[in-house]
């Protein structure tokens, strides 16, 4: 079965400062996707970030850039130039390729920013 | 319409009675899914529908909770005999079909449901 393990139930940034959240996952697939979704206080997941396993480049979007290691099964999400909007539930999850609906989410990380 | 619309937005019911909760996917997605959001337990898949038919039923905790879709849109959750577990946050998403690469899965704001 698959699973996804983030180990910082929460985290804490200076606004403009850098911060990188830890995702670990385990799967026997070969295909497959993983995410960083962000839950505000309006409780609707928005997608941040997406990677293909099969692309050995690292997706970025904007000030969101992801480190993939797929031997380590390692999918860390770094937020630069942090804001105060960047403040949510950042939550990482997998789906098995053609069925990216159908997610495996870990138990989040609570993202604090500071002015 | 523009996004998944979930209501209500938040439902308190009282324990042992029947609820029912409704999902308005995005217009065209073929694809919807429930998923449960419990406090200390993250996010569980609960069912997803391809159409009008589930071909994954695999998380629905117990028979007590059933879903259908009609239409190939809206879709309704319904929990029978609630109980105090029961309470969780439900939530929407829908993307345009299972099976299709580089699709995304839009949610909706969930519906926080309350067992007293």
Redesign the interface.
Known sequence: AQTVTQSQPEMSVQEAETVTLSCTYDTSESDYYLFWYKQPP??????VI?QEAYKQQNATENRFSVNFQKAAKSFSLKISDSQLGDAAMY?CAYSR????????????TKLSVKP | GAGVSQSPSNKVTEKGKDVELRCDPISGHT?L?W?RQSLGQ??E?LI?FQGNSAP?KSGLPSDRFSAERTGGSVSTLTIQRTQQEDSA?Y?C???LR????N????????T?LTVV
């Open positions: 309006s409780r609707q997941m928005i997608l997406r939550f390729g053609g069925s990216q609906g159908n997610l495996i989410f870990g138990k989040g | 694809a899914y998923y993250g996010l898949f997803y994954d946050v939530l998403a829908s993307s299972q099976g299709a690469r699709t995304e899965a839009f949610f909706g704001q969930g926080r």
